[in-house]
């Protein structure tokens, strides 16, 4: 069952760029009964491990225009490495496990509804997005601002990954979209949100590793899913349909967030 939980979240990553931390999380807390601490410290190393496969086979598959974009992925990794190490140290200090587990559940929750609309109405956000970035009047200020925002996103990020291992995906992507709207093509997006999730999730799963959170049997157990299936979602990526799979992807993540809270 591990296994084909790990298949299921596998090709979802790979078709999307969303579904590392934002479905296996709650797989592992709601249907295997894992603690929430080991949840999101073995899903990092899994999140870890299968974006690096899944970006590799981006980074081979993508071609000119279809591949990561590196000069973004700077950028957000100057912001949410050094915010993935602050939040570390903030949960080796935290030492009562019954209120760090239950801030976990609640936080996880919360940015899956999150994930959830970010997911929904990504395409608003991108039209909203060009229009401010077409407009004569706010170009030049958009361009601006751009490379600064970018790292306030990482760090973003960083803080809710390494707290709850989500956030990488559809929030990334869905920040990337806001701030390049005219560079991000699909394939290009889940590309760069899957290369930055990679150095991402190895650091603050380092730090889950030290701290006592991460089940090796469980990991390999995820992994001999994962692995299979994030190559064919990412060589699938290019001919997936969006309008499909975010609105089911969404109403899972929703639901998944409910359950989370209300326990």
């Given at each position: 069952?591990?296994?084909?939980a790990g298949l299921v979240?596998?090709?979802?990553?790979g078709l999307?760029g969303?579904?590392?931390?934002s479905?296996m999380a709650?797989?592992l807390?709601?249907?295997?009964?894992?603690?929430?601490t080991?949840?999101v410290?073995?899903d990092?190393?899994?999140a870890?491990?299968?974006?690096?496969?899944?970006?590799?086979?981006h980074h081979?598959?993508?071609?000119?225009?279809?591949?990561p974009?590196y000069q973004?992925i700077?950028?957000l990794?100057?912001?949410s490495?050094?915010a993935a190490?602050?939040?570390l140290?903030?949960l080796s200090q935290?030492?009562?496990?019954q209120?760090?587990?239950?801030?976990i559940?609640?936080?996880?929750?919360?940015?899956?509804g999150?994930?959830?609309?970010?997911?929904?109405?990504?395409?608003?956000?991108?039209?909203?997005?060009?229009?401010a970035?077409?407009?004569?009047?706010?170009?030049d200020?958009?361009?601006?601002?751009?490379?600064?925002l970018t790292?306030?996103?990482?760090?973003?990020?960083g803080a809710?990954?390494?707290?709850?291992s989500?956030g990488?995906?559809a929030l990334?992507?869905?920040?990337l979209?806001a701030?390049?709207p005219?560079?991000?093509?699909m394939?290009r997006?889940?590309?760069?949100?899957?290369i930055?999730a990679v150095?991402?999730?190895?650091v603050?799963?380092?730090g889950?590793?030290?701290?006592?959170?991460?089940?090796?049997?469980l990991?390999?157990n995820?992994?001999?899913?994962?692995i299979?299936g994030?190559i064919?979602?990412s060589?699938?990526a290019?001919?997936?349909?969006?309008k499909v799979?975010?609105p089911?992807l969404?109403?899972?993540?929703?639901f998944?967030?409910?359950?989370?809270i209300?326990?």
């Amino acid at each position: 069952m591990h296994a084909i939980a790990g298949l299921v979240v596998g090709l979802m990553v790979g078709l999307t760029g969303v579904g590392g931390g934002s479905l296996m999380a709650p797989i592992l807390i709601l249907m295997f009964g894992v603690a929430p601490t080991t949840a999101v410290g073995t899903d990092l190393w899994f999140a870890a491990i299968t974006k690096t496969v899944g970006g590799f086979v981006h980074h081979r598959a993508g071609g000119k225009d279809g591949g990561p974009d590196y000069q973004i992925i700077r950028r957000l990794c100057i912001g949410s490495l050094p915010a993935a190490l602050i939040t570390l140290y903030f949960l080796s200090q935290t030492d009562t496990h019954q209120i760090k587990s239950g801030t976990i559940m609640t936080l996880l929750g919360v940015v899956l509804g999150l994930t959830a609309v970010a997911t929904l109405f990504r395409g608003q956000f991108h039209k909203m997005a060009m229009q401010a970035r077409t407009e004569e009047s706010s170009s030049d200020s958009f361009l601006k601002w751009q490379p600064i925002l970018t790292v306030l996103a990482g760090a973003i990020l960083g803080a809710m990954v390494t707290l709850t291992s989500v956030g990488a995906g559809a929030l990334g992507a869905t920040m990337l979209l806001a701030l390049y709207p005219l560079r991000m093509k699909m394939q290009r997006l889940v590309a760069t949100d899957i290369i930055h999730a990679v150095p991402l999730t190895l650091v603050a799963g380092l730090g889950h590793l030290w701290i006592g959170n991460v089940n090796g049997e469980l990991l390999l157990n995820l992994l001999v899913g994962s692995i299979p299936g994030i190559i064919i979602g990412s060589l699938l990526a290019s001919r997936s349909s969006d309008k499909v799979l975010s609105p089911v992807l969404a109403a899972v993540l929703l639901f998944a967030g409910w359950r989370l809270i209300a326990n």
